[in-house]
DNA sequence: TTGGCGTCCTGGAGGC
DNA sequence: TGCCTCCAGGACGCCA
């Protein structure tokens, strides 16, 4: 599943590759990868325009275009972006020609030689041959135009603090989860506090940090934050390491698997030893989701009972 | 305000 | 072999 690290080195391959290129023609094959925008709308706005840069939010990739234009890409699940260059294949531009509508009438010998096109949802094509292939399995990922501050607006709403730029310290954590009764797992996955930090890098910050994940968010003292913060950056930077991790379908710019889920210490462990205790590591399932942790080592916090705010004197 | 759950979506695994 | 059911999970909407 692409979290910060897979979305981080996405941007790391193709910054370099695509920055100063002009997009020369964009399609939008999925309906559902603009919705509620029509794809048409989405081509209009983007086709012509030069990338200035490609950054990254959270989980969300931005192609930065020029007079403040931003193409912004979610790849949830089981998207990838893809860098398809030019000089890749000799034959490819016949092929390309007739690579929508073939796809369109599904043509049965097309996903012979692009295997990847069974599930394109949106294609870039760039000035110098090249294109971006948006694939997506599931149909769950998407894009969206916006300019500057609607830009600022649509991030405002949905993220907080990222984790790699130095703002995620023990009392901006501490701050956070105050109060909160949710499992300190939920609390790690939800976007509007700490941005991209998903799934797996849940289990793997929480391990690191020895907290178990179904301790309330607000029953950590500063120890435990300063402890869970150094988790969740030593799990990221390990992340990034290692190019990601490719449980199912992830694939950097470039097509390659990432080598993150041969160094995970717990997730989709279950039933291992642990590397820190030797206990057995079992997985339970948190909001849903599937949460790996060592009942050895992870301890559990307890409920903090809630500070009483002091009356106002009249 | 907060937390939990259902929904979207598809491929693969497992059961019959 | 073929059909059916279940599972995986990020973000968002809805409800209690």
Same mark, same amino acid.
């Given at each position: 599943m692409p979290e910060l690290p897979e979305v981080e080195t996405i941007r790391r391959q193709l910054e370099p590759e695509v920055r100063g290129r002009r997009i020369t023609a964009a399609r939008v094959l999925d309906e559902r990868w603009s919705r509620p925008v029509p794809p048409a709308q989405v081509e209009r706005a983007i086709t012509g325009l030069r990338i200035e840069g490609v950054r990254r939010r959270g989980k969300y990739l931005i192609l930065v275009l020029e007079?403040?234009?931003?193409?912004?890409?979610?790849?949830?699940?089981?998207?990838?972006?893809?860098?398809?260059?030019?000089?890749?294949?000799?034959?490819?531009?016949?092929?390309?020609?007739?690579?929508?509508?073939?796809?369109?009438?599904?043509?049965p010998r097309l996903y012979e030689s692009h295997p990847e096109a069974r599930h394109l949802r949106a294609l870039i094509e760039l000035d110098d041959g090249s294109e971006l292939w948006f694939t997506d399995v599931r149909r769950f990922g998407h894009g969206v135009v916006l300019d500057g501050e609607e830009l600022d607006a649509y991030f405002a709403a949905r993220l907080g603090v990222e984790p790699l730029d130095g703002g995620l310290t023990a009392d901006e954590l501490l701050r956070l989860a105050e109060g909160r009764a949710a499992p300190l797992k939920s609390f790690l996955m939800d976007q509007r506090g700490i941005a991209g930090i998903g799934n797996i890098y849940a289990d793997e910050a929480l391990f690191r940090a020895e907290l178990h994940p179904l301790s309330p968010a607000g029953s950590m003292r500063r120890e435990h934050?300063?402890?869970?913060?150094?988790?969740?950056?030593?799990?990221?930077?390990?992340?990034?390491?290692?190019?990601?991790?490719?449980?199912?379908?992830?694939?950097?710019?470039?097509?390659?698997?990432?080598?993150?889920?041969?160094?995970?210490? $717990?997730?989709? /462990?279950?039933?291992?030893? %642990?590397?820190? =205790?030797?206990?057995?590591? #079992? +997985?339970?399932? $948190?909001?849903? /989701?599937?949460?790996?942790? %060592?009942?050895? =080592?992870?301890?559990?916090? #307890? +409920?903090?009972p809630r500070r009483r705010r002091a009356r106002a004197r009249t």
């Open positions: 007079g403040g234009r931003n193409l912004v890409m979610h790849l949830r699940m089981t998207g990838n972006l893809l860098l398809r260059p030019a000089d890749v294949d000799p034959a490819h531009e016949d092929e390309a020609l007739d690579l929508i509508e073939a796809r369109r009438l599904g043509h934050c300063e402890a869970l913060v150094e988790g969740i950056v030593g799990a990221l930077e390990a992340g990034l390491a290692n190019g990601g991790s490719s449980i199912d379908d992830y694939r950097d710019a470039r097509g390659e698997r990432g080598r993150m889920q041969e160094e995970f210490l $717990v997730h989709t /462990r279950e039933g291992q030893e %642990c590397g820190r =205790c030797g206990e057995t590591i #079992r +997985r339970i399932v $948190v909001g849903g /989701r599937s949460t790996y942790f %060592c009942p050895g =080592c992870q301890v559990r916090l #307890r +409920r903090r």
